[in-house]
């Protein structure tokens, strides 16, 4: 694949042929009372990241395994949310993925967050 296919000028969004083509709810902007994501969706996107969540040794290795697939973890409305890096569009809760912030912090303890963006950043390598 050559460069000019990896990066879409027009849009100025990286393409990747693993990539699924974006759906609606991607570039829209929801009002409070609508759902983020419609349930196909969701469980797809659960199916798809459940694991990485579930693998994760430690908040270094979840952030950097999400950020491979182009998301990041931020706290919004004191809920810890999925955001997507190539649409910057903020999805949904990680909640509503059955990824429960207690059970995370449990497991891997507390995370560090940047103020004020409320994105969650890795000790290690303060990505």
């Not at 994501?37 to 994760?56: G, K, Q, R, Y």
Request: proline share 5%; net charge neutral.
């Amino acid at each position: 694949m050559t460069s000019a296919n990896l990066h879409n000028e027009a849009s100025g969004q990286l393409n990747r042929q693993d990539q699924p083509p974006p759906t609606l709810w991607t570039s829209q902007i929801r009002g409070r009372a609508e759902s983020a994501l419609d349930c196909e969706t969701a469980v797809s996107l659960a199916c798809h990241l459940n694991p990485i969540f579930e693998m994760a040794e430690d908040w270094a290795v979840l952030i950097q395994s999400l950020k491979k697939q182009y998301f990041s973890l931020v706290f919004k409305e004191g809920q810890l949310t999925l955001f997507n890096e190539v649409t910057g569009t903020n999805l949904c809760t990680c909640a509503s993925l059955g990824i429960e912030f207690a059970t995370l912090k449990d497991r891997l303890g507390k995370p560090s967050v940047r103020a004020p963006s409320g994105r969650l950043i890795s000790k290690k390598c303060q990505s």
